[in-house]
Every structure is written in structure tokens, then in C-alpha cells.
């Protein structure tokens, strides 16, 4: 016997056993692992399909997203601008308030100021008028101690009164 010839008896059994194992594998083991195979594959293209499709959603999202986003910048200037032009109006309307309200207090100061120089100038006056017929009665007392004094100054103060009457 020799290692690289095989008997024929050998060589036989071997090509009975393989095309067996050939027969049964293309007859029951093959199209299983085909259809195992074509499912992988099918499942793996539709996967892929999945996959293009939840890739081009997202693109789609995603500019979406990006309009919106570029939507609310505008808006925010929009809204910022008309905000500040609110500011400068309500700001404007305080000053212009405040300028009137200094106004009308300024005027109302004068007002009081002249209504107490009024109350004042006559304090003064009506001072002067006491103090004066005070000084009056003082002097009038003093150059009338006597009797002949006082009979002539009111025969005076009747002439001057006939006087101013004719």
C-alpha cells in the first residue's frame, strides 16, 4: 500500500460517503443555509434602506430645524429692535413727564412764594400800622397830659373834619 495511491476499495467508499455527504447537503443542507443567506441579505438591504431613509429624515429634520432656528434669530431681532424702540419711547414720555411735573412744581413754587410774600408784606404792614398807632397813642398821650392841650386838638380834628367835607 502506498501513501499516495489509495486502493481502489478504499477509493470507493470514499466517493460513495462523499457524494452521499453531497447529496444530503445539496438536497437538505444547502437551501436551508441559501434561504438562512438570501434572509440575512434581504434583511441587511432593507436595513440599509432603513437606514438611507432615517438618514435623509434627519437631513430633512435637520434643515427644518435650521429654518426654525434662523425663524426665532429674526424674530429675536425683531423683537429686540421693538423692544428697544419701546425703551426709548417710555423713556422719552419720562422725561417729558418729569419735565412737566418740574414745571408745574416750579410754578407752584413761585405761587407759594408770591402768596407768602403777600402774607408776609402784610404781616409787615399790618406790624407798622400797630406799632405806628402805638407810637401815635404814646405821643398823642404824652402832649395831652393836660386838659387845655386836649380840648385844642380836638377843635383841630373837627376843623379838618368840616374841612374835608365841604
Known amino acids: 500500500m502506498s501513501l ?3 486502493e481502489s476499495g478504499l477509493l470507493f467508499w470514499m466517493l460513495l460517503s462523499f457524494g452521499t ?3 444530503v447537503l445539496t438536497k437538505y443542507g444547502f437551501p436551508v443555509i ?3 443567506v438570501e434572509n440575512r441579505k434581504n434583511y441587511i438591504d432593507e436595513s440599509l434602506l432603513i437606514a438611507k431613509q432615517a438618514y435623509e429624515q434627519m437631513a430633512k429634520v435637520k434643515a427644518e430645524g435650521e429654518v426654525i432656528v434662523d425663524n426665532a434669530r429674526r424674530e429675536q431681532v425683531k423683537i429686540l429692535n421693538e423692544a428697544t424702540v419701546t425703551r426709548d419711547l417710555l423713556i422719552k414720555d419720562a422725561k417729558d413727564k418729569a419735565q412737566l411735573e418740574g414745571v408745574k412744581l416750579i410754578e407752584e413754587a413761585r405761587r407759594q412764594i408770591l402768596i407768602e410774600k403777600e402774607d408776609a408784606i402784610r404781616d409787615i404792614r399790618r406790624q407798622v400800622a400797630e406799632l405806628s398807632v402805638d ?3 404814646k405821643v398823642i398821650l404824652g402832649k395831652l397830659d393836660k386838659k387845655d392841650e386836649q380840648m385844642n386838638m380836638i377843635n383841630r380834628l373837627l376843623d379838618e373834619i368840616n374841612i374835608s367835607k365841604s
Open 4 to 6: 499516495l495511491l489509495p
Open 21 to 23: 455527504v453531497v447529496f
Open 34 to 36: 441559501i434561504k438562512m
Open 135 to 137: 407810637i401815635a397813642e
